[in-house]
């Protein structure tokens, strides 16, 4: 693989289940960002991982959780999704090592989920 | 927090000129991006300004004022294929982007 790969393409959820979308990277990049995307409010932070071993909250964490356990993979997990939930999903990498100059984050195809 | 601001909609001819402007208020400040993204598709990077001034880039160029929080992108010679939704996002030191509603950009013939 190149670049950055979600998983799946889309999927249609029942409330309450849990589900948990994919992303991998081959680039080595150290952090590692999921968004979701919803019309007229853009891309929006749910949450970052600087590094593996670490993660962080960004602008809507609610429902969500992540973990790194490794440089190459962030999966997103929703414990018991609802239909507020329904977005596209982009899981993004970068290189924010000192030395790597612009740091322009790289993003996945987008995952579509719908919450029923 | 961040405050992000650029146009809904704008429409153009082929072969014209298109300026997206994008004003922003933010607790900091360590970068302006431009992404460009097809209908169906992820971003993709345009452009970078962290200083004060005009990047070029082939057609595309991007301004950047820190003192008034201000930037703009710029597509010149318009095509068809430039019909596409033009993200501004702005990063603070932590490397984290927080991103504009975006701009749809409609190029007709």
């Known amino acids: 693989i190149a670049g950055i790969t979600q998983a799946p393409t889309s999927q249609i959820l029942a409330a309450g289940r849990r589900m948990t979308l994919r992303c991998t990277q081959d680039?080595?990049?150290?952090?590692m960002y999921w968004y979701r995307q919803d019309l007229g409010l853009g891309l929006r932070l749910i949450h970052y991982s600087n590094t593996a071993g670490t993660t962080g909250k960004g602008e809507v964490p609610d429902g969500y959780s992540v973990s790194r356990a490794n440089t190459d993979d962030f999966p997103l997990t929703l414990a018991s999704a609802v239909p507020s939930q329904t977005s596209v999903y982009f899981c993004?990498?970068?290189?924010?090592?000192?030395?790597?100059?612009?740091?322009?984050?790289?993003f996945g195809p987008g995952t579509r989920l719908t919450v029923l | 927090g961040q405050n992000i601001d650029q146009p809904t909609e704008m429409t153009a001819t082929e072969g014209a000129i298109v300026q997206i402007n994008c004003t922003y208020q933010t607790s900091g400040f360590n970068g302006l991006f431009w992404y460009q993204q097809h209908a169906g598709e992820a971003p993709t990077f345009l452009s970078y300004n962290v200083l004060d001034g005009l990047e070029e880039k082939g057609r595309f160029s991007s301004f950047l004022s820190r003192s008034k929080g201000y930037s703009y992108l710029l597509l010149k010679e318009l095509q068809m294929k430039d019909s596409a939704s033009y993200l501004c996002a702005v990063t603070d030191g932590d490397y984290k982007l927080s991103f504009g509603a975006g701009t749809t950009v409609t190029v007709r013939a």
């Open positions: 993004a990498s970068s290189d924010s090592s000192e030395t790597s100059g612009v740091n322009e984050q790289f």
């Open positions: 680039m080595r990049h150290n952090a």
